[in-house]
């Protein structure tokens, strides 16, 4: 039994070397593990043996078996390995096509009025989205009670200790707090308010704010740079008025509008038949605020205004609705 063992063991080892391909390996694990095989045979007729000698022959019967299992199985995982190099690259196939990126219509909005008061001498400043009450509102003059708070729906974090900025304005604060006149900033960045969400609201937005210190800055400086803004961001042709407001931080305050540039000025729906489209909040830095950054009043005046790049944008290409900014759309963001 132990010699017709060694003569299956030789005959594999002979026949191994000589596999291909997975069919043949297939042929030889058949003939020398199967049913058929004469190891099954050695294997099946263990029980007609004597003990000790059951016991010897069934332990080399099984690890014969083994190896061969073993070996049979490197094979198969060396053809395989063979086989998917076989399969070459073909670098002639066109590759995939990978769609260009470009600007989202706000950032590129944000660009274009940075590129419109860089010229005249704004820097861009940032400041935090997430404010404390004092830059938000506080040194902006707004009392704790003061009504105008409630025109800007906060979203409160920490039990009020902080909240979501609902303008750009803080930053105006931050920069007085660290820079002395002249200042000419204009700043970027995203505001939230608890809006529910509809055609022109949105619970985030963007604002650009704009801030103008020195000792001698007057109302007609303010009209001078925004009239130069809205007629390079809408074209010559726009007229722009300044409508008397309230905002806390500045006096005078002014809602500035433009004619409509949908109708000229008639009176169309997109207007509200008014002929006029408010654009943004402005006005003359309140001396309030420059007492809260200890700038002297006497001393120094200054302009501020802020507009949403949403509605910019919405204007200037025509969107009727805000939410279409969010919406990750492939085939409203392609127009831009
Ligand atoms: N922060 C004001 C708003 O969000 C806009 C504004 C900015 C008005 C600067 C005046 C001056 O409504």
Request: aromatic share 10%; charged share 25%.
């Amino acid at each position: 039994m132990l010699n017709e063992l060694e003569k299956i063991k030789k005959e594999f080892l002979d026949s191994v070397e000589a596999i291909k391909d997975s069919k043949a390996l297939e042929e030889l694990r058949i003939k020398f593990l199967g049913r058929k095989s004469a190891l099954t045979s050695v294997l099946r007729s263990l029980g007609k043996l004597v003990q000790e000698e059951r016991i010897l022959v069934g332990q080399k019967a099984n690890t014969l078996r083994k190896e061969i299992e073993e070996r049979l199985e490197q094979i198969k995982n060396s053809l395989y390995k063979k086989g998917a190099s076989k399969i070459s690259t073909d670098y002639t196939l066109p590759g995939f096509p990978l769609s260009l990126g470009r600007e989202h219509p706000i950032t590129k909005t944000i660009q274009e009025i940075i590129d419109i008061f860089s010229p005249l001498g704004f820097q861009v400043a940032t400041g935090p989205e997430i404010e404390t009450d004092y830059y938000n509102f506080e040194a902006l003059n707004f009392p704790p009670d003061h009504p105008a708070r409630d025109e800007q729906d906060s979203f409160q974090i920490d039990g009020g200790k902080y909240l979501l900025r609902t303008q750009t304005s803080p930053v105006q604060i931050r920069v007085m707090e660290k820079t002395k006149p002249p200042i000419r900033i204009i700043a970027p960045g995203a505001c939230y308010r608890r809006d529910n969400p509809d055609a022109s609201h949105s619970p985030m937005f963007h604002q650009v704010e704009g801030l103008a210190v020195d000792t001698d800055i007057h109302f007609t400086d303010l009209k001078g740079v925004l009239s130069e803004f809205i007629h390079q961001m809408f074209g010559k042709e726009i007229r722009m008025r300044f409508v008397p407001s309230f905002f806390p931080f500045t006096e005078p305050s002014a809602e500035v509008a433009i004619s409509c540039i949908i109708c000229g000025g008639k009176g169309c729906p997109t207007c509200g038949k008014s002929g006029w489209l408010e654009v943004l909040g402005a006005g003359m830095v309140h001396p309030n605020v420059f007492k809260y950054v200890n700038y002297d009043p006497k001393k120094y005046t200054g302009f501020a205004f802020g507009m949403g790049v949403e509605r910019i944008a919405m204007l200037k290409y025509g969107i009727h609705d805000i939410r279409l900014f969010y919406q990750n759309n492939l085939q409203f963001l392609n127009q831009f």
